[in-house]
């Protein structure tokens, strides 16, 4: 590496930190900028709602968690997801899983985890998988959150509470990964095109958001689906050059992203009653990291840092195995989710980044709203 080259990484590297120190010292300083988050989606996500399920998407055991304070909790990470790192910028507590909200002690006002690992926005997405929660599944459950929470603050101050919490809905994965795209089990690709798949995903995403709406829930922030004809897994199947995403993959994806931000664009149009519906461009960020990777400190973006097989994406972390010792070196964790240095990127995208990164406003900007 020349001198210029190892100086220019060097200034980037502590840019990034000194944006990351700032905004998580602005965040202790002011306390918690939303009362509350809820969080709806899948593995990217999940804290532990599966380790109770009978399912082979799990995670409650070593090496995940390795980098983790709680170690194995059921999070398909090395250590912190997205919504660990964005809840630490928004002065959040760490949030439960909705599957341990019913012992005694767990504290829900500031928020609850309800996300599901192969969980997806149709009920039967994930199915080959075992049980999980389902994204109707994930809204009744937030039912029940709220009939505890009745039962915590009077309704004037409960509606309140509401209204300005933020809900972070990160789903959709599973539609493709575990529907679509295996058409030895689920009949959907035979069924609808690709587009109208997507527009079939996107309709059924609107009605959970509008039940969320209509329970008194006003901030809205609306996850795209990454590139998953990038992850190990699908580039394990050896559809694409060495070195290339899956493109046909991706062109599927970016149908549902392109009719998701769509449908933020009706979204705010249509509800400007304190309402705000924000897209997160996922896929545009995660491009950007594939295609700067040594900008941002990774040297591996094409296979998993535990896993088995071809880019160690044909059998994903298997119980006890040893992980790769660079972790903050590589893009995926395992054979479909990402370690926890890029999701730390990607939570500092969607808190203060620009509108290529979250649309129309940031989730820094909604918190003042």
Known sequence: MSSALAYLRAAFCLAVVAISVSDAVAAAMGGQQFPAMFVMGDSLVDNGNNNGLSSLARSNYPPYGIDFQGGSTGRFCNGKTIIDFLGDLLGLPLLPAFAITFTGGIY????????????????????????????????????????????????????????????????????????????????????????????????????????LYKLGLRKFLLAG??????????????????????????DMVQAFNRRLKTLVDQLNANYTNNAIFVYGNTYGAFSDILSNPKAYGFLVTDRGCCGIGKNKGQITCLPFSIPCANRDEYIFWDAYHPTQAFNKIIAQKAYSGPQSACYPINVKQMAQL
């Open 108 to 211: 829900i006002k500031t928020g609850v985890n309800y996300a599901s690992a192969a969980a997806g926005i149709l009920d039967e997405s994930g199915l080959n998988l075992g049980d999980r929660f389902s994204l109707s599944q994930q809204v009744e459950n937030f039912r029940s959150t709220l009939n505890q929470l009745e039962n915590q603050m009077d309704q004037e101050m409960l509606d309140q509470h509401l209204r300005k919490s933020l809900v972070v809905m990160n789903i959709g994965s599973n539609d493709y990964i575990n529907n679509y795209l295996m058409p030895s089990i689920y009949p959907s690709s035979s069924i609808y095109t690709p587009e109208a798949f997507a527009a079939l995903l996107v309709n059924k995403c609107e009605a959970q958001i509008m039940a």
């Open 225 to 250: 689906i990454g590139p998953l004809g990038c992850i190990p897994n699908q580039l394990a199947k050896g559809f694409a050059p060495p070195g290339k995403c899956i493109t046909d993959v991706n």
